[in-house]
């Protein structure tokens, strides 16, 4: 045991050459870890050039019933566009513009205030 404990001794100290131990790893400045970059792969187009949205009509066909209630709700929130002069009437039909057709979705959609808010 006390052998043991001499030899022990002597690794620490150094008195034996060759069989100290060698610090100099222990007190060097810790390496910065390198930071990789990682490119995203490329993916394949979701849509090609060839499968295009349809587009949407430039004109919208609607009947009388359609614009009654489209001119009901003009009333309603007293609301009127400028593209209403370019709604068109032929063969029991109206014509409108998309405009138009989007500004009768957004009052339909609405709800109605009343007046106590």
């Known amino acids: 045991m006390r052998l043991l404990l001499a030899w022990i001794i002597v690794m620490l100290l150094g008195v034996y050459p060759g069989s100290a131990w060698d610090l ?6 810790k390496k910065k870890p ?3 970059v990682r ?14 949205e349809t587009p ?6 609607v009947d009388q019933e359609w614009m009654a209630r489209y001119r009901a709700l003009e009333a309603i929130w007293q609301y009127q566009i ?6 068109r009437f ?9 405009v138009v057709y989007r500004h009768y979705e957004d009052m339909a959609r609405t709800p109605l205030r009343t007046a106590d808010h």
């Open 24 to 29: 100099s790893d222990l007190l060097k400045p």
């Open 34 to 36: 390198v930071q990789t």
């Open 39 to 52: 490119r995203k792969k490329k993916h394949a187009p979701a849509k090609t050039k060839s499968d295009k």
């Open 56 to 61: 949407a009509p430039q004109i919208f066909v």
């Open 82 to 87: 400028p593209e209403d002069d370019q709604i």
């Open 90 to 98: 032929y063969e029991n039909k109206y014509y409108v513009p998309p």
